[in-house]
């Protein structure tokens, strides 16, 4: 277990902190706004005084470091506090883009391109998995022409590779060509090959 060193604040300053703690206690005991409140508190307090995180982290033994960063990012504007909660996949998606395009998944739903060239609009709950790849870059949403153009080239690379692969699979082990009006066999890939074999490649090579 990580071990946290006491932190000693004496005047005003630990009475500032203390009351500021048993604050952010009584947020973040609710949910919502709140904990946005809560999250903003704690920021301006450790903004005025630093040694503030120490006695925080005293307070809430079971909370990491992870966790008061990201209540930092939340008070700073930075991260929506509904991520605070939300699932795994969600904070990955969300948190690294602006806090509006944060609010625009969470709730008012953003342009999603339709097969047929059309546009919904949907909040990040709603989406598929394949839209949330098509939607999310990794720091911004999408604009459509964006998603179109994402759409396109993976389905390119798909059919490229899908060719390649039927290709590999459907290529003959050998090619039976002309050269100067004489037939002649071309093996194209290394193996072994029985005498009925043999005889069969020499068969057709007779047709």
Known sequence: MERREMTVLSGEKKKVVLSAVSEFRRLLQTSGETLKEACQLYTNIVTEIPEARALFAE??????????????????????????????????LLKNLPIHEQDEALHKGVKVIASDGTHLKLTVDKMTYDQ?????????????????????????????????????ESQDDYHIVRNNGRRMVEFLKPRSYTASELLAILTEMQK
Do not use: C
């Not at 990491?64 to 509904?82: A, I, S």
């Not at 870059?137 to 059919?159: C, F, G, N, W």
């Open 59 to 92: 307070a809430f033994p079971r909370l990491d470091k992870p966790v008061w960063d990201r209540f930092e990012q939340v008070g700073r504007g930075l991260l929506h506090h509904e991520l605070l909660i939300g699932n795994t996949e969600k904070i990955y």
């Open 132 to 168: 949330k790849e098509v939607v999310f870059a990794k720091d911004h949403i999408r604009s459509l022409p964006e998603q179109k153009a994402y759409v396109e080239t993976k389905a390119m690379k798909m059919q490229i590779e899908s060719r390649r692969r039927r290709e590999q």
